[in-house]
């Protein structure tokens, strides 16, 4: 028998940690290379989930495109607002909703972001043809949405 009283299949043990292992070394070496322009993979995914909303999506809105919490996105639009990249501005429908938008400076950074990204994923992903890249696309996108239904 096995220490932990189930038999587990070698594959689906190893797809477990791999799936947990690849995204954390992803987000690290990703982390690793934005540093030095001093930003960051959560705020790079802040400023292009409000980039790609409609124009000024409410915050609550670019919370659950990023599937955080509030209170998360309020601490990195802090930094983001400090740093001029975001702005906030009062809805005029509903005062104690803020709607979002990057400016001039937050476009261009995000430019800087996506540059430093697709550099970085274009050697990763060296050697798969345009078929393999979009199967891996499907992939991730079928399992978000498998998760975002709560399995």
């Given at each position: 028998?096995?220490?932990?009283?189930?038999?587990?299949?070698?594959?689906?043990?190893?797809?477990?940690?791999?799936?947990v292992?690849?995204?954390?070394?992803?987000?690290?070496l990703?982390?690793?290379?934005?540093?030095?322009?001093?930003?960051?993979?959560?705020?790079?995914?802040a400023?292009?989930?409000?980039?790609?909303?409609?124009?000024?999506?409410?915050?609550?809105?670019?919370?659950?495109?990023?599937?955080?919490?509030?209170p998360?996105?309020?601490?990195?639009?802090?930094?983001?607002?400090?740093?001029?990249?975001?702005?906030?501005?009062?809805?005029p429908?509903?005062?104690?909703?803020?709607?979002?938008?990057?400016?001039?400076?937050?476009?261009?950074?995000?430019?800087?972001?996506?540059?430093?990204a697709?550099?970085?994923?274009?050697?990763?992903?060296?050697?798969y043809?345009?078929?393999?890249?979009?199967?891996?696309?499907?992939v991730?996108?079928?399992?978000?949405?498998?998760?975002?239904?709560?399995?």
């Amino acid at each position: 028998g096995d220490a932990l009283g189930v038999r587990r299949d070698r594959t689906e043990l190893r797809t477990t940690v791999m799936m947990v292992l690849v995204a954390r070394r992803w987000r690290a070496l990703l982390d690793e290379h934005l540093r030095p322009i001093d930003q960051s993979t959560a705020r790079m995914e802040a400023m292009a989930a409000i980039y790609a909303s409609p124009p000024l999506s409410p915050q609550i809105e670019i919370a659950k495109r990023l599937r955080i919490e509030g209170p998360t996105l309020t601490r990195m639009l802090d930094g983001l607002e400090k740093d001029e990249l975001v702005e906030r501005l009062p809805d005029p429908r509903d005062r104690r909703t803020k709607l979002l938008r990057l400016t001039d400076k937050g476009e261009q950074v995000l430019e800087e972001i996506f540059a430093i990204a697709d550099g970085l994923r274009m050697k990763l992903v060296d050697g798969y043809s345009a078929t393999q890249i979009d199967e891996l696309n499907a992939v991730l996108a079928d399992l978000m949405g498998r998760l975002d239904t709560g399995l």
